[in-house]
T-cell receptor, first 113, second 114 residues
Framework: LAKTTQPISMDSYEGQEVNITCSHNNIATNDYITWYQQFPSQGPRFIIQGYKTKVTNEVASLFIPADRKSSTLSLPRVSLSDTAVYYCLVGDGLAGTASKLTFGTGTRLQVTL | NAGVTQTPKFQVLKTGQSMTLQCAQD?????MYWYRQDPGMGLRLIYYSASEGTTDKGEVPNGYNVSRLNKREFSLRLESAAPSQTSVYFCASSEDRTMNTEAFFGQGTRLTVV
């Protein structure tokens, strides 16, 4: 499984755009990149998933450069409720095998007024 | 839809006691997982099950056993609890088609071993 590296923590003010970068130098051809969000005392929640270029949904955007060795989760105009831990995962997307979700320590985002 | 349901939500055990954490999902998912999360840490995979009748060890399986009772249910058993097993335990499930690893998590079981 590809190892991921993220910043341990980030701070932001409400209303700003936040970009969290994840490094995954050993990503395999079949691997997808997935981000999860976890609030205190809750299980993680899926945010977004992508393979290359850019993916956008109602919550976030995911930017993946051509070499796919990194990815950036972009949260537009964060609010206090976006304070959480964000995990970057690189999946073992081999056909016919279980994707063994492996979480790192994540990035703790603190949003303040 | 209930999603992933874990029971109990809280549990206190004495060292050496045994217990089983229950997990059930109603999304007809093939894969199920058990994680533990220690304070201020990320999630660590204990065991996972790719399909009914199969289980595999994750990163930290020692001291635990699992059982994939059927497609819906995946239980985690502590045979002889130790204080080092004090943690929050999360169960998750995923459809696990190729290229689709979105997983759904339960609300967790907070276990304290004294």
């Amino acid at each position: 499984l590809a190892k991921t590296t993220q910043p341990i923590s980030m701070d932001s003010y409400e209303g700003q755009e936040v970009n969290i970068t994840c490094s995954h130098n050993n990503i395999a051809t079949n691997d997808y990149i997935t981000w999860y969000q976890q609030f205190p005392s809750q299980g993680p929640r899926f945010i977004i998933q992508g393979y290359k270029t850019k993916v956008t949904n109602e919550v976030a955007s995911l930017f993946i450069p051509a070499d796919r060795k990194s990815s950036t989760l972009s949260l537009p105009r964060v609010s206090l409720s976006d304070t959480a831990v964000y995990y970057c995962l690189v999946g073992d997307g081999l056909a016919g095998t279980a994707s063994k979700l492996t979480f790192g320590t994540g990035t703790r985002l603190q949003v303040t007024l | 839809n209930a999603g992933v349901t874990q029971t109990p939500k809280f549990q206190v055990l004495k060292t050496g006691q045994s217990m089983t954490l229950q997990c059930a999902q109603d999304m007809n998912h093939n894969s199920m997982y058990w994680y533990r999360q220690d304070p201020g840490m990320g999630l660590r995979l204990i065991y996972y099950s790719a399909s009914e009748g199969t289980t595999d060890k994750g990163e930290v399986p020692n001291g635990y056993n699992v059982s994939r009772l059927n497609k819906r249910e995946f239980s985690l058993r502590l045979e002889s609890a130790a204080p080092s097993q004090t943690s929050v335990y999360f169960c998750a499930s995923s459809e696990d088609r190729t290229m689709n690893t979105e997983a759904f998590f339960g609300q967790g079981t907070r276990l304290t071993v004294v």
